[in-house]
Structures are given as C-alpha cells and as structure tokens.
C-alpha cells in the first residue's frame, strides 16, 4: 500500500513537471513571434515602402508644368542667341499654329523665326514666369506675358502655348498687346538695359576710365541719340557708356565718354523715358594728355567727378612741364553744374 503511493506521488510529479514545461515553451515561443512581427515587416508592408521610396510623393501637375516652363526657356533662350534651328527643336513633329501660320513643321518655324528675326539687333524674347496661367485638367496650354525687343521695337502681349505629351509645343499663338513703346522709347529701354545704374553719390577719376571696358562702345544706332548721326569708331576714336541714373520722375541721366587718343571726354545726356527724346547734353569733365605743342611742353589734366541728385562738381589738376627749361607748373580748380528738374543741365562756374 506504501509503495501504491509513493508511485502515485510520482507519476504527478513527472505530470506537473511536463505540464510546467509545455506552459513555459509556449510563452517563449510565442514571446518570439511577437518580436519577430515588431522587427520584421510583413510581405505586403514591406512593398509598401519599396513603392513610396521609388515613387516620392510629387504633385504631377507642378512637376508638368516645371517641364513645359523648361521648354519655354530652351524657345526663347536660343531664339536670343539667334539659334533657329536649335528653337525649333522645342515644338511636336507636327504643329497645329505657330504665330500665324497653321498646320506647320519644326523646320518651317525655324526657316521663318530666321527670315524675320535675322535682320534684326539686339533681339530679346522674355517670358514672365511669375504672372503664368495654367490649365492641366484635360490639356496642357498655358497662358504668359512675353517681351520681345529689338532695335525701335518693345512690346509685351500675350502668349498661349499647348504641349503634347513629351511637352512639345504643339500650339504658339500669340494674345492682346499688353504694353506697347514707342520706337524712340523703345531704343532709350534698349540703352538701359545695356547700361549699368549707379547710384548717388557717384563719383569717378581718371583712372577708371583708363580701364574701361571696349565692350561698353556705344554702336552707330545708339549714337544717334546722342546727336551723333554719322559717327564711326576707329582706334582714337572711341564713344563708351559708364552708367545712368535717375534723376526726377521720368528723367534719367546717361554718363558716357568720348575718347580722341589720350584725351577723355566725360558727358551726361539726360532723356525723357515718356518719350525717349534727348532734353540736354554737356561736357562735365576732361582728363587725359594735351597733343597740341607736345614738343613745347607736357600738358597733362587729371581730376575726380562727384554727382549727386542735382548737384555736379568737377575737381581738376592741371600740370603742364616747359620741355626747354623743364619746369614745372601747377594749377587746379572746379566746376559745377546743376541739373534742373526738367533735365536741363546748367553751368554754375565759370571755366
């Protein structure tokens, strides 16, 4: 009977110890499954972010209309840079408009863009970005202000563009005139650009014009404007423009050079912008070596120029050495102009 029990006792112990294993295995086991799901993504969460890293999230419509104002830019850049054929490039195999012309090819643009715009100086296209109209819902046309210069010529008007589906031009027309120059208006606009603007007070010497910039010469057209009607550059002789500013309103002042051999010659010209016609002009200062009985003597003038909103002042050095006694002689002094609100520039000092 003893023994019947202490068999008994055993058989439950071995039973408890199984079933306290059982219950132990299975909370490991399942402590590691829930770790296994925490640290590893499942086969549909993982081409989830497969998919969102290859394709980020990018508005269709603005990255459309990035690639079509690209297009644009490509257009007019190489139409300034009197690139036709590359121009043409831009516009779909076949193009239902172009300006006028219906039912066109790339090539047939670019022969045309050629003829007409060929013969022209200082062609300028300039699409304004910033005031851009799009509708993308069901085609791809687009609406913007453009400026085309040339030579007398200024005018910004509406543009309507339509792309195909490689964002090719494959509609041009050009809208209402927006803003239209006067050929005299349009050619001082032209010299502006050209031209760097200072500001107050601007001053300058001598030196700096012996470093001018040859590219800043004036050309025959431009020198029209100033009075100059027949005038050609040569080696000694030189027109070059320095800078402009504003002087009241719609007044401007252009401060330019003439050089004849060592001698310089500083001028301002102011010009109505309502009108582009030329009110004064008026040597402010000369600088430079005096030719004229260099074998008597060295004459050499030098100074530094200041001028503000109304006020011009001419600072001068003049020496002059006898070549016979080699002596020397100095003299020095100012002028003075005032630039009236109407634009009229007037002499306060005598010579």
Same mark, same amino acid.
């Given at each position: 009977?003893?023994?019947?029990?202490?068999?008994m006792?055993?058989?439950?112990?071995?039973?408890?110890?199984?079933?306290?294993?059982?219950?132990?295995?299975?909370?490991?086991?399942?402590?590691?499954?829930?770790e296994?799901?925490?640290t590893?993504p499942?086969?549909?969460?993982?081409? $989830?972010n497969?998919?969102n890293?290859n394709? =980020?999230?990018?508005?269709?419509?603005?990255?459309?209309?990035?690639?079509?104002? #690209?297009?644009?830019?490509h257009?007019?850049?190489?139409?300034?840079?009197?690139k036709y054929?590359?121009?043409?490039?831009?516009?779909?195999?076949?193009?239902?408009q172009?300006?006028?012309?219906? %039912?066109?090819? =790339?090539?047939a643009?670019? %022969?045309?863009?050629? &003829?007409f715009? %060929?013969?022209?100086? +200082?062609? /300028?296209?300039? =699409?304004?970005?910033k005031?851009?109209?799009a509708?993308?819902?069901?085609?791809?046309?687009?609406?913007?202000?453009?400026?085309?210069?040339?030579?007398?010529?200024?005018?910004?008007l509406?543009?309507?563009?339509?792309?195909?589906?490689?964002? /090719? *031009?494959?509609?041009? $027309?050009? #809208? $209402?005139?927006?803003k /239209?120059?006067? =050929?005299?208006?349009?050619?001082?606009?032209?010299?502006?650009?050209?031209?760097?603007?200072?500001s107050?007070?601007?001053?300058?010497?001598?030196?700096?014009?012996?470093?001018?910039? %040859?590219?800043?010469?004036?050309?025959?057209?431009e020198?029209?404007?100033?009075?100059?009607?027949?005038?050609?550059?040569?080696a000694m002789?030189?027109?070059?423009?320095? #800078?402009?500013?504003?002087?009241?309103?719609?007044?401007? +002042?252009? *401060?330019?050079c003439?050089?004849?051999?060592?001698?310089?010659y500083? &001028?301002?010209a102011?010009f109505?912008?309502?009108? +582009? $016609?030329?009110?004064?002009?008026?040597d402010?200062?000369f600088? #430079?070596?005096?030719?004229v009985?260099?074998?008597?003597?060295?004459?050499?003038?030098?100074?530094?120029?200041?001028?503000?909103?109304?006020?011009?002042v001419n600072?001068?050095?003049?020496?002059?050495?006898i &070549?016979?006694?080699?002596?020397?002689?100095?003299?020095?002094?100012?002028?003075?102009?005032e630039?009236?609100?109407?634009?009229?520039?007037? /002499?306060?000092?005598?010579?």
């Open positions: 009977m003893l023994l019947k029990l202490i068999m006792m055993k058989k439950a112990v071995i039973f408890s110890f199984f079933i306290s294993f059982g219950i132990l295995w299975a909370v490991v086991a399942c402590q590691s499954k829930t296994n799901t925490q590893k499942s086969s549909s969460s993982k081409k $989830k497969q998919s890293q394709s =980020p999230k990018i508005d269709s419509g603005a990255t459309d209309l990035d690639q079509m104002m #690209g297009t644009i830019k257009y007019f850049n190489f139409l300034n840079q009197g054929q590359e121009a043409s490039q831009n516009f779909a195999p076949k193009v239902n172009w300006i006028t012309i219906k %039912s066109t090819t =790339p090539q643009i670019a %022969s045309e863009a050629q &003829r715009l %060929s013969t022209k100086q +200082g062609v /300028k296209y300039t =699409p304004d970005f005031g851009i109209f509708d993308l819902s069901k085609e791809n046309k687009v609406r913007l202000a453009v400026r085309q210069q040339w030579a007398n010529y200024d005018t910004t509406e543009v309507w563009l339509e792309f195909d589906e490689n964002f /090719k *031009i494959k509609s041009y $027309k050009e #809208g $209402k005139i927006l /239209k120059l006067a =050929p005299k208006v349009a050619r001082l606009e032209a010299l502006l650009e050209k031209i760097k603007k200072v107050f007070p601007f001053e300058i010497s001598e030196g700096d014009l012996w470093t001018a910039d %040859s590219t800043k010469s004036l050309s025959s057209e020198m029209k404007m100033f009075g100059e009607e027949y005038y050609e550059e040569t002789d030189q027109f070059f423009h320095i #800078g402009y500013f504003t002087i009241h309103q719609r007044i401007v +002042g252009v *401060i330019y003439y050089r004849y051999r060592e001698m310089y500083v &001028r301002l102011t109505s912008r309502t009108s +582009g $016609k030329l009110i004064d002009m008026q402010i200062a600088w #430079g070596h005096d030719h009985g260099r074998a008597y003597a060295e004459r050499h003038q030098d100074g530094t120029l200041f001028i503000d909103e109304e006020l011009i600072k001068w050095e003049f020496v002059e050495t &070549r016979e006694t080699n002596k020397t002689t100095k003299s020095e002094g100012e002028q003075r102009f630039i009236r609100r109407n634009g009229v520039i007037k /002499k306060v000092t005598k010579e």
